[in-house]
Nanobody
Framework: QVQLVESGGDLVQPGGSLRLSCVAS????????MDWHRQTPGNQRELVARITSGGSTIYSDSVKGRFTISRDNAKNTVYLEMNSLKPEDTAVYYC?????????WGQGTQVTVSS
């Protein structure tokens, strides 16, 4: 079955950096549009970044210029490089894969930005 497993979440000080990874299995990874979303308690999940099967990317305004999404199809992995982290980036980060009407989510990884 399809699995998406995130890792890399941690406690980091403001201004710091983290790299999240999401490893996919059970799917033809290169076909999928891959997203990173995040969610804080009481709020809806919001799209942070997206990378298409062709490598095109989009970012939310709140992370543009600070975060970078990338993918390695040989490793079935999508990454989120996060720099200049702010307390408001604190959230559970989820990866999502979508191909047509197929959609899969990972279990999430906690990122906490605090001094």
């Amino acid at each position: 079955q399809v699995q998406l497993v995130e890792s890399g979440g941690d406690l980091v000080q403001p201004g710091g950096s983290l790299r999240l990874s999401c490893v996919a299995s059970g799917m033809v990874f290169s076909w999928y549009v891959m997203d990173w979303h995040r969610q804080t308690p009481g709020n809806q999940r919001e799209l942070v970044a997206r990378i298409t099967s062709g490598g095109s990317t989009i970012y939310s305004d709140s992370v543009k210029g600070r975060f970078t999404i990338s993918r390695d199809n040989a490793k079935n992995t999508v990454y989120l490089e996060m720099n200049s982290l702010k307390p408001e980036d604190t959230a559970v980060y989820y990866c999502k894969g979508r191909f047509g009407n197929l959609e899969y989510w990972g279990q999430g990884t906690q990122v906490t930005v605090s001094s």
